[in-house]
């Protein structure tokens, strides 16, 4: 009884050192295999054929580059590098890579006339955190890169811009030897007579406002067209114009054309330099100055031509509110929908534009005018009939249109 109790504790004890032999053994072996396992991956099969050349249509600034996909890129590869160098031995730098499946790189960093080298690196599983197992293609080289004179892609661009061309110098060809082309009526501009003729039966001013926008805005160049078309009839009927302008070049111009159409029609001493007059560049600071003459005058007639922008309701409404006949035009869309509530009648868009063609009836301006306006019919039937061609055959004609 006294050797058992004696031999009992020695082999719990021989017990819990084998148990704790094992558990140690548990633990390193799957670390040992994993080791193994890492240490003897191979790494994939190294893409071959690389080739780089100049990308075609462009300014030399990139580099198309393609290889073969490695034999191992469905099981093995991970990612494929492409790495470049102005020597063949190198130092080779990263440029970009691409994921696997995927045999196609362009370069847009390189630089028209300069010699490179290419080689690509397929990418395996990793060993650490910065390192992988890889392969790397043989190098190639030297590309060089250039720019061409024309995008053969664009060469749809290159025959509508030949097609419009035509069609207007033969439209000015024609205004200039003294054939007649139709021009559609625009109502807003026929009612200006209209309304310059109520303000002189009230014995009124008209007030003219030609925009916010500076002498380099097309806009402001077709309102102040206009303006001389008005400050004639103003000055056949000796009723007073008013001019507020927001940019000191507009006031010149404008005060300059307001001064020649009354020279024009025989009235010089009839213009007054105050007629037109400076404001204030602000923008609210502008339609705020121009309401409370508006309130103060209660003109007969407001006519607003040019650019636009959250003053327009400001300035529209509280004409509206003095019971003046308004006639605006603009081609800045966001404001139209104002004139067009508030206004009695409204130039939209390239109505304004087309207004001072409309109101000279100069051969160069009514040919342009003509000439654009053909160009877009045939554009616009050019789509129509692609339409039916791509919907009907298996034609591609989407080449006609493509802008890019």
């Not at 100049?54 to 790495?83: C, E, F, H, K």
């Not at 390189?110 to 790397?136: R, W």
Request: charged share 20%; aromatic share 10%; net charge negative.
């Amino acid at each position: 009884m006294k050797v058992a109790r004696a031999v009992f504790p020695l082999v719990i004890l021989t017990l819990a050192l084998s148990c704790n032999l094992m558990a140690q053994k548990m633990k390193i072996e799957p670390a040992l295999d994993t080791a193994t396992q890492v240490i003897t991956q191979q790494p994939p099969i190294a893409p071959l054929n690389l080739f780089a050349e100049d990308t075609p249509d462009d300014a030399g600034n990139s580099m198309d580059i393609r290889w073969d996909l490695s034999a191992d890129d469905s099981a093995d590869v991970t990612n494929y590098q492409v790495l470049r160098s102005d020597s063949p031995d190198g130092p080779f730098v990263v440029v970009g890579g691409t994921t696997k499946g995927q045999g196609s790189f362009t370069d847009n960093t390189v630089k028209p006339g300069q010699k490179y080298y290419y080689k690509i690196v397929a990418q395996g599983a990793p060993l650490t955190d910065s390192t992988f197992v890889s392969s790397e293609s043989t190098v190639f080289g030297p590309a060089i890169s250039s720019g061409q004179w024309f995008n053969t892609r664009r060469s749809n661009v290159l025959l509508w811009t030949l097609v419009l061309s035509a069609s207007v110098i033969f439209f000015i060809y024609r205004a200039k030897s003294g054939g007649k082309l139709y021009i559609r009526k625009i109502a807003g501009i026929d009612a200006i007579d209209e309304a310059i003729g109520r303000a002189t039966e009230m014995g009124r001013k008209v007030f003219y406002v030609p925009g916010i926008n500076d002498m380099d805005d097309v806009q402001t160049l077709a309102s102040i067209a206009i303006l001389g078309r008005v400050a004639r009839i103003a000055a056949e009927s000796d009723t007073y114009l008013e001019v507020p302008v927001s940019k000191s070049l507009v006031l010149i111009t404008a005060r300059e054309t307001v001064k020649e159409s009354y020279s024009k029609v025989g009235r010089p001493d009839s213009f007054r330099e105050e007629q037109v007059h400076y404001v204030t560049d602000d923008q609210f600071g502008y339609a705020a100055a121009i309401d409370g003459m508006v309130v103060r005058e209660q003109p007969a007639t407001m006519i607003y031509m040019g650019a636009f922008y959250a003053e327009s309701l400001i300035l529209a409404e509280t004409g509206n509110a003095a019971g003046a006949i308004q006639i605006a035009g603009t081609a800045m869309p966001a404001q139209l929908p104002f004139f067009v509530a508030a206004c009695d009648y409204t130039l939209i868009g390239e109505e304004l534009f087309a207004a001072s063609a409309y109101l000279s009836r100069e051969p160069k301006l009514l040919g342009s005018l003509k000439g654009q306006d053909v160009g877009k019919a045939l554009f616009l039937a050019s789509i129509i009939l692609g339409i039916i061609i791509e919907i009907v055959t298996k034609v591609d004609f989407q080449w006609l249109l493509r802008v890019s």
